[in-house]
């Protein structure tokens, strides 16, 4: 592994630090992430909810391995980051692992959700 | 009067703005399906985005305008006005070509009758000049003549044909609607109404809500339920279903509907279970009765979650109350297994 992707990756916090169906916000050198706990599994996503960037620390509900947004009822499943229900948007996950018992991430590159409605850009105002 | 042309990637559809009126609340009186929840600044629902500099906000520091994008013309619906022809881009899943089968319109009406019922909750009236109908569960935009801005209220009953709405408020310090109804006494206001409005509802004459209910409350958010359990009760709903309800408040001293909700006890005791929680008061998890109810301790989703083992399976179920309560009770339905689709509430606040 080069420095340059050893250096891309960061220790976000211990797995002991999050319970199973939490959400946790953490901020690593550069930005914020949200990482989340589904039993043994661990995921590291942006802190925002893809549909109205709501804090997903606060509006997050994790139960049963779904994601729900309690703002407006968009639901994803945790593990893969496939929406479910009434959600238009997948959720996007940073790359992670655990390393000796703590949850390390991939955090090289932000990784933001595009609001725009998908055929928005066709609207010159 | 100013043409407001919706428009989106499936079409665009044109209609009248009145003067003083909202882009939401002109959308939905000429029948454009725009999405919307509290209708009031807070939910963020009904974000659209306008040429830039061509509508004029009612609250630039509403709630639900904080995660906006001004510089993409970002707006709430319902905070918007204008006063030119303009056109608006909503989300491109909305069909434009359907039409709301019921759409909402303005009422004048006179607000009278405000009686306390709880240290800091009242119940008052508005009479319209005319009458509506509504669903249960839904609620009108209240606004004081001469005063900026629309306040939601849920009905606490359900009516056909309603000349006199009744609703519940709750004492928010410095908010200005509810500091006149508290501190000045309002014998009588004139005061703007839209509606009906809301979609946390409840039609037992559904197939599919032809089933066994559970309430989750918190203080002046019973007001939308009571309408649910009136409609209910109104069909001798729970002569063949069940209703499993918590009611909380933070004292005893700040219960009310009591008596209303005793009758809806006694419309079928064997199957109406209705308990109360109290979340500041000392003491075991179990308390003694109030007023003939069992009494708890702890905030209504603990409450809910230490009786309701088993309890919620294929119910539907309605919320009312504080953010914090609506989403406790949102993880436990969520947790028992509920879909998002038999979970109603409306977030106001």
């Known amino acids: 592994m080069s420095d340059a992707t050893e250096t891309a990756w960061q220790q976000v916090c211990s797995t002991t630090d999050i319970n199973d169906g939490e959400l946790k916000r953490f901020e690593t050198s550069e930005f914020a992430v949200v990482v989340a706990r589904v039993g043994d599994e661990f995921r590291v996503i942006p802190p925002f909810c893809p549909h109205m960037a709501e804090p997903l620390h606060e509006s997050g509900i994790c139960r049963g391995g779904t994601l729900t947004c309690s703002k407006h009822l968009w639901q994803w499943n945790l593990l893969t980051g496939e929406e479910q229900g009434p959600a238009e948007r997948p959720l996007v996950f940073y790359e992670s692992e655990i390393r000796h018992g703590d949850v390390w991430a991939k955090v090289d590159q932000e990784l933001v959700y595009e609001f725009d409605e998908e055929d928005d850009d066709d609207f010159e105002w | ?349």
């Open chain 2, 1 to 349: 009067m100013p043409t407001v042309t919706f428009l989106n990637k499936q079409g665009r559809v044109a209609v009248d703005c009145q003067e003083g009126e909202t882009l939401l609340q002109a959308g939905l009186r000429q029948g454009v399906p725009l999405p919307y929840g509290c209708g009031a600044g807070v939910c963020s629902t009904c974000v659209a985005r306008a040429r830039p500099g061509t509508v004029e906000t009612d609250w630039a520091d509403a709630p639900g305008a904080q995660n906006l994008k001004h510089d993409k013309g970002e707006c709430l619906l319902c905070q918007s006005l204008v006063t030119d022809d303009c056109e608006i881009l909503v989300p491109g899943k909305i069909d434009l070509a359907q039409t709301l089968a019921e759409t909402p319109a303005h009422h004048r009406a006179r607000l009278h009758d405000v009686a306390l019922v709880a240290p800091d909750v009242a119940t008052f009236q508005v009479s319209l000049e005319g009458q509506s109908d509504y669903t249960a569960g839904q609620y009108f935009l209240v606004r004081l003549e001469g005063m900026q801005g629309y306040r939601p209220y849920s009905m606490t009953d359900f009516q056909r044909e309603a000349q006199t709405l009744n609703f519940v408020i709750k004492r928010i310090p410095n908010g200005k609607f509810s500091e006149e109804i508290f501190s000045n006494d309002v014998s009588e206001a004139k005061v703007d109404v839209f509606g009906p409005m809301g979609l946390a509802t409840f039609d037992p004459s559904d197939p599919n809500e032809a089933r066994d209910l559970v309430c989750l409350v918190g203080g002046s958010g019973i007001a939308g339920i009571m309408s649910v359990l009136d409609r209910a009760v109104s069909v001798n709903h729970f002569e063949s279903h069940r209703l499993f309800m918590v009611f909380g408040v933070r004292r005893r001293e700040d219960f009310f509907f009591l008596d209303e909700l005793k009758r809806i006890k006694e419309s079928a005791p064997d199957n109406v279970s209705i308990h109360l929680a109290v979340s500041e008061e000392e003491g075991s998890e179990e308390l003694d009765a109030y007023r003939d109810f069992p009494l708890h301790q702890g905030f209504v989703h603990e409450v809910a979650e230490r009786l309701g083992d088993g309890m919620f399976e294929n119910r539907l179920a309605f919320l009312g109350g504080p953010p914090a309560m609506l989403t406790g009770s949102l993880a436990l339905l969520l947790g028992a297994g509920l879909p998002v689709t038999d979970i109603r509430y409306d977030r106001f606040g």
